[in-house]
């Protein structure tokens, strides 16, 4: 049973436009939620955060929302480079049970045409 | 270097052979992870540590052994390997009570 999905397998977007991830989850005991941008044959490095305790969080041109009710977060990149074009995956974590384990999505492959 | 690096970064190996993938981290975390990742699949944890000579299963540790003696180093074993564990292999830490994982640049790992 996959916790975490991320039902679009990938996305193209022209460059300067926004480009939106979206991930779903279907344990409500997770309270943190990350988002890892892979580039091919590297590991994943993190780019953003959010608590549940918080509906938005912004870090220059990505801001990632949290929507509880629904069980959806979203990232957003504004402007959209040609940089930005890896994989991206989300992760979902029980802080407040004790737990230190992530949950990954499969991971969506954005494309950011020049 | 500073960071987290493993070893080796492609192995070909055969089905029943002992292979280990090694991970090194500069920072003394006290977490260590592996991950696999496979197409369809994302990553999914294998095993994890939370300090030396303490760890714990995660959600697929089947035919994987690890073990952690000192904090910088956390090897997997794959004690006889099988086609089904060809993968890409990541080491993680974390520096507790920060939430944030910290990824090594991966092994890629084909089982004849």
């Known amino acids: 049973d996959q916790q975490v999905k991320q039902n679009s397998p990938s996305l193209s977007v022209q460059e300067g436009r926004i480009s939106i991830l979206n991930c779903d989850y279907t344990?409500?005991?997770?309270?943190?939620f990350l988002w890892y941008k892979k580039y091919p044959a590297e590991g994943p490095t993190f780019l953003i955060s959010i608590s549940s305790i918080k509906d938005k969080n912004e870090d220059g041109r990505f801001t990632v929302f949290l929507n509880k009710s629904a069980k959806h977060l979203s990232l957003h990149i504004v402007p959209s480079q040609p940089g930005d074009s890896a994989v991206y995956f989300c992760a979902a974590s029980k802080v407040g049970a004790g737990t230190y384990k992530y949950i990954f999505g499969t991971g969506t492959r954005l494309k950011v045409l020049a | 270097d500073a960071g987290i690096t493993q070893s080796p970064r492609y192995k070909i190996t055969e089905t029943g052979r002992q292979v280990t993938l090694m991970c090194h981290q500069t920072w003394s975390h006290s977490y260590m992870f592996w991950y696999r990742q496979d197409l369809g699949h994302g990553l999914r944890l294998i095993y994890y540590s939370a300090a030396a000579d303490i760890t714990d299963k995660g959600e697929v540790p089947d035919g994987y052994v690890v073990s952690r003696s000192k904090t910088e180093n956390f090897p997997l074993t794959l004690e006889s390997a099988t086609r089904s564990q060809t993968s890409v292999y990541f080491c993680?830490?974390?520096?507790?009570?920060?939430?944030?994982?910290?990824f090594g640049p991966g092994t890629r790992l084909l089982v004849l």
């Open positions: 344990n409500s005991m997770f309270d943190y």
């Open positions: 993680a830490s974390r520096d507790y009570p920060k939430e944030t994982q910290y």
